[in-house]
């Protein structure tokens, strides 16, 4: 089993920059699918990012494309959320995710992951 320790989240203002930070343990985070989904509040938990564990290939909802990025770190057993030009929308609980079995198929769902963090809150006023 691997745990998951999101952190890095905030109040920013539109345009502003951050970068979430996923910390795991028990396992190493290269046999994993790692993900990032966020939650707004009243709605749905939604995919952002995706980092497929076979080939390290990236994934990102088209929300998001051009703006975030995640990547990897397997010295610091670490995946990242590096997220550039934030707007107001961006604004909920990010939460980081992790599975060692899911195909590609079903990579933005989130019943496909069996690891979560707890989230971290990020708001971004206008």
């Known amino acids: 089993q691997v745990q998951l320790v999101e952190s890095g989240g905030g109040l920013v203002r539109a345009g502003d920059s951050l970068r979430l930070s996923c910390t795991a343990s028990?396992?190493?985070?290269?046999?994993?699918?790692m993900a990032w989904f966020r939650q707004a509040p009243g709605k749905e938990r939604e995919f952002v990012a995706a980092?497929?564990?076979?080939?390290?290939?990236?994934y990102y909802s088209d929300s998001v494309k051009g703006r975030f990025t995640i990547s990897r770190d397997n010295a610091k057993n670490t995946a990242s959320l590096q997220m550039n030009n934030l707007e107001p929308a961006d604004t909920g609980v990010y939460y980081c995710?992790?599975?060692?079995?899911?195909?590609?198929?079903?990579?933005?769902?989130?019943?496909?992951?069996?690891?979560w963090g707890q989230g971290t809150q990020v708001t971004v006023s206008s």
């Open positions: 980092m497929f564990r076979s080939y390290g290939r990236t």
């Open positions: 028990g396992r190493a985070v290269r046999e994993y699918t």
């Open positions: 995710a992790a599975d060692s079995t899911l195909i590609l198929s079903t990579l933005r769902n989130t019943r496909a992951y069996d690891y």
